[in-house]
């Protein structure tokens, strides 16, 4: 079962932009659903590894856009995406003890995050980038 549902509102109105959206997604849903296993949690921090590389690339394409289009919530937004990139390190290093990892909180935390991120952050950008094109 999907962790996380692509909703039409999580769409920011750049193509690219709402394609890596719908990629992470599937990607932490992937994750999600390889977690009960915990014969495989060796590799849930190579799961983590490609979730953290593919949003930052993200993030700094997403940033970018905000820098270019002179977005007036451009640290506040930034921000949040540095802290979820701590909260991925955090949890990698927690795979790294096995005893005190728990899978519940980890889809959680993704879970809550994207999320909320897109219900605030995202949606605000979206009426900016609609106002300001």
């Known amino acids: 079962m999907a962790l996380i549902s692509w909703k039409h509102e999580f ?9 890596e959206h719908r990629q ?5 849903n992937e994750l999600h659903d390889y977690l009960p296993d915990r014969e495989k ?10 979730i953290h590389a593919r949003i930052s690339a993200h993030f700094a394409l997403e940033e970018k856009w905000m820098r270019d ?5 451009y ?4 921000a949040d995406h540095e802290k979820l990139l701590d909260d991925i390190r955090d949890i990698m290093d ?19 995050w994207f999320s909320g991120h897109f219900a605030t952050m995202d ?3 979206h009426r900016f980038l609609n106002e300001t094109t």
Do not use: M, W
């Not at 640290?75 to 930034?78: A, C, I, L, R, V």
């Not at 927690?94 to 809550?112: G, H, P, Q, V, Y």
């Open 69 to 73: 289009n002179k977005y007036d919530q």
């Open 94 to 112: 927690a795979c790294d003890n096995k005893e005190n990892f728990d899978e519940e909180t980890l889809s959680d935390r993704l879970s809550d």
């Open 24 to 28: 992470l997604i599937k990607l932490i």
């Open 41 to 50: 949690l060796f590799d849930v921090d190579d799961f983590l590894g490609e």
């Open 11 to 19: 769409n920011i109105g750049i193509p690219s932009v709402d394609e």
């Open 75 to 78: 640290q506040e937004h930034k």
């Open 123 to 125: 949606a605000r950008l």
